[in-house]
């Protein structure tokens, strides 16, 4: 994914500008945004504080690494016990031997 100009704590800055009383057209000529930008912006950060989105990044970036656990666990499951039904299957063709 391509990496932005803006953090996601200078977007939230530069959205409160408008709060503040600034109009789009100031802040887009100021930042040098489009106000397709800025509107997208706002959609997709509406109500965020500055420290909002660092906290929503940091959250993603755990959820990413607790996916990755449980990927690794389940294919270390499935493995065990692909091996145990495997050793069960040659201790019962021994057994009807005997």
């Avoid at 990496?3 to 109009?23: H, M, W």
Wanted: with cysteine; aromatic share 6%.
């Amino acid at each position: 994914m391509k990496k932005g100009r803006f953090s996601e704590a200078q977007i939230a800055a530069i959205l409160q500008q408008q709060a503040s009383g600034q109009t789009v057209a100031q802040i887009v000529r100021e930042h040098g945004l489009s106000e397709a930008t800025f509107y997208a912006w706002k959609s997709k950060y509406a109500g965020a504080s500055v420290a909002e989105p660092t906290r929503l990044k940091h959250l993603g970036d755990e959820n990413q690494c607790l996916k990755q656990m449980f990927a690794d666990l389940s294919l270390e499951n499935q493995a065990i016990k692909e091996i145990l039904r495997k050793s069960s299957q040659r201790r019962g063709a021994r057994q009807r031997r005997a």
